[in-house]
């Protein structure tokens, strides 16, 4: 098919005419993409005092007769290869065409090239600029965040779907609303999906220990006055370096009394599958420690007649029963239990005061330096 002629074309665009027939350039129109390419005249911007490149010795530009604002063409004389012109009217792309494809090198290559560059690092600072309004949000991150704030500091799970949170996180980054929610549900099947990652985890630490696995508990009030269990398990790993992972904080119902303690620990050493692998057990020197040891090696071990093998005191809790028996004597509980109802008698005046002071200056030079502490706290 031949190619219409610019006079024919120009004829057919009347309002485009005039303006584009003073451009006419001498060149062949052509056809690719499915549209015809009509040639035009590169012309200098004499206003600007620029030259004309070299490339328009070796190739023509061309104009979509249909779209004229849409991108230019230039098209090589040589092969008839077309490459892209850019909005800014540079030539990059023509002259990196003839060095690669012709291996002819331009006067103004270095000058476009320094130029591109220049281009090239605008570009990026613009980028770099709009990277501070636009920012990218990692929703697993930030699921673990949030789940890891509400745990650790026992936020409420409806707390998470209150207006002023959701306002709170929308003003430091707009771009969170699509993954925000509102259900308490949401967040508590977070938080157990979490949990049970961090069980199975834990499991496949322990059964892949290469010692047995040693258990140390403490027992404590809480402020609350709930009476609470903690278990630590010591071991070596599979790379042969010891390991202490938190197993449980539970709650003991009724008195601590050494069964109760037994079915709490009963219960988190077959929670953790663990029975197979039981080597000590580490606590204080409480009796009731001693009592639930027992009531263990009944239950997990019951062909051992010496039930001391499986009981370990903890060497922290004897260098502090010794430090105090050193400071304070053989009453040092009865002594403690005196200074605390001193501490907790309402009303208290100045006589009280200085009567618990003597009573610490008794203890010589340990309790002279106590009662210098608690001057320095109590004065404003």
């Known amino acids: 098919m031949e190619s219409p002629s610019l006079a024919s074309i120009f004829d057919t665009r009347s309002s485009q005419g005039s303006t584009l027939a003073s451009r006419a350039s001498t060149r062949p129109s052509r056809r690719f993409d499915g549209v015809t390419w009509v040639p035009i005249d590169h012309r200098a911007n004499i206003k600007r005092g620029?030259?004309?490149?070299?490339?328009?010795?070796?190739?023509?530009?061309?104009?979509?007769?249909?779209?004229?604002?849409?991108?230019?063409?230039?098209?090589?004389?040589?092969?008839?290869?077309?490459v892209k012109l850019p909005k800014s009217n540079s030539t990059s792309n023509a002259t990196r065409h003839l060095w690669r494809h012709h291996q002819i090198r331009l006067r103004d290559t270095q000058e476009d090239s320094e130029e591109e560059d220049e281009e090239e690092e605008a570009i990026e600072q613009r980028r770099s600029a709009l990277d501070q309004f636009i920012s990218r949000v990692d929703i697993e991150r930030f699921r673990d965040l949030l789940v890891r704030w509400v745990v650790q500091c026992q936020v409420p799970f409806v707390a998470v779907g209150r207006s002023q949170f959701a306002e709170l996180l929308l003003c430091a980054q707009p771009y969170l609303r699509p993954y925000l929610t509102s259900s308490s549900n949401t967040i508590g099947n977070w938080v157990r999906d979490d949990y049970q990652q961090a069980v199975a985890q834990v499991r496949q630490v322990l059964s892949a220990s290469k010692s047995k696995i040693h258990l140390s508990f403490d027992i404590w009030t809480s402020p609350s006055c709930t009476a609470v269990v903690g278990v630590v398990a010591h071991f070596l790993g599979s790379d042969l370096r010891l390991r202490h992972i938190l197993l449980a904080v539970r709650e003991i119902q009724g008195h601590h009394e050494g069964e109760a303690i037994a079915e709490v620990l009963k219960s988190i050493i077959l929670f953790w599958n663990i029975a197979s692998k039981l080597g000590v057990f580490v606590?204080?020197?409480?009796?009731?420690?001693?009592?639930?040891?027992?009531?263990?090696?009944?239950?997990?071990f019951p062909e051992e007649t010496y039930l001391g093998e499986r009981r370990s005191?903890?060497?922290?809790?004897?260098?502090?029963?010794?430090?105090?028996?050193?400071?304070?004597?053989?009453?040092?509980?009865?002594?403690?239990e005196e200074?605390?109802?001193?501490?907790?008698?309402?009303?208290?005046?100045?006589?009280?005061?200085?009567?618990?002071?003597?009573?610490?200056?008794?203890?010589?030079?340990?309790?002279?330096?106590?009662?210098?502490?608690?001057?320095?706290?109590?004065?404003?």
């Open 50 to 82: 620029s030259k004309i490149s070299e490339v328009w010795q070796h190739g023509g530009e061309y104009i979509d007769l249909n779209n004229p604002q849409g991108r230019h063409r230039w098209v090589c004389d040589r092969c008839g290869k077309s």
């Open 283 to 300: 606590g204080d020197n409480a009796s009731n420690v001693d009592s639930a040891v027992r009531a263990l090696v009944r239950e997990f």
């Open 313 to 336: 005191r903890c060497l922290g809790h004897i260098i502090n029963l010794a430090a105090k028996a050193f400071l304070f004597s053989d009453r040092c509980e009865a002594f403690e």
């Open 339 to 380: 200074d605390n109802m001193d501490e907790q008698r309402p009303g208290r005046d100045e006589a009280d005061l200085r009567a618990q002071q003597r009573r610490w200056r008794e203890k010589g030079p340990i309790g002279k330096f106590h009662n210098i502490v608690a001057f320095i706290r109590a004065s404003p």
